[in-house]
């Protein structure tokens, strides 16, 4: 084989591994394999039209970052074991509020003033708006919020979080819009009145951050993707 055609062999290969990683992560966020689900490798290589080489460097990426864990014998997805929630959630509140404190020194009043139509824009979603959708725009305030603080660790951390309680998230956003739509203008406010600790105290209170509130989510979370696996 010549320099070109493994070149080009390659760039496939990485291309298919990158392209599996981002379907297989979607899957994950939305739920479509059950917790502690073991992963069928022959099947899934066969679904997504790829080989089990790339596939793996897939499932490694997603062990990586959380989405998977790794097993003697294969990949299976992680369970709600409440211990690990919790930590999650705990790192998730102190991350935030680090961004918080730094989008209060560094943010530049353009970029808050673009952050403020942005939630002009979430809060005219229509009435029925789904909860993906409110999902997404929650993500993106707060990304926006990690973007401000100009620490690109904290940020990666943060996306990295909130996949691997995205299930949790969701179950929590429901019936909860106005609550979480007027939270994200007061602490945009403070942020914007350089109020770090009323926009900090305001970000806590926020985030599902009560032992007995996260172990509800986990409990409803588990209804939900064992009554849609079975529908």
């Not at 493994?6 to 990683?21: D, Q």
């Not at 824009?121 to 990304?143: G, K, Q």
């Amino acid at each position: 084989m010549n320099k070109n055609n493994k070149a080009a062999t390659e760039a496939v290969h990485v291309s298919s591994s990158h392209r599996a990683h981002a379907q297989l992560r979607e899957q994950l966020l939305r739920s479509r394999f059950l917790p502690g689900q073991k992963i069928n490798e022959v099947a899934l290589a066969k679904e997504l039209e790829i080989s089990r080489t790339p596939l793996r460097e897939a499932l490694n990426r997603l062990v990586a970052e959380g989405l998977l864990m790794d097993r003697e014998r294969g990949f299976s997805v992680p369970g709600l074991e409440p211990e690990v929630i919790f930590d999650l959630f705990e790192a998730r509140v102190e991350i935030e509020c680090a961004t918080v404190r730094l989008a209060c020194e560094r943010a530049e009043e353009a970029e808050l003033e673009a952050l403020s139509d942005f939630l002009d824009e979430s809060m005219a979603e229509p009435p029925d708006a789904s909860v993906d959708r409110l999902i997404e725009l929650d993500i993106r305030f707060h990304d926006t919020i990690a973007e401000l603080a100009r620490n690109k660790v904290l940020r990666q951390l943060l996306t990295n979080i909130n996949g691997r309680i995205h299930l949790i998230r969701w179950i929590a956003m429901e019936g909860q819009r106005d609550r979480t739509q007027n939270q994200h203008r007061e602490i945009l406010d403070h942020i914007c009145a350089g109020d770090t600790e009323a926009a900090i105290a305001v970000m806590r209170d926020h985030i599902l951050h009560r032992n007995e509130d996260i172990l509800a989510a986990i409990k409803a979370a588990y209804g939900h993707v064992y009554t849609r696996s079975s529908s």
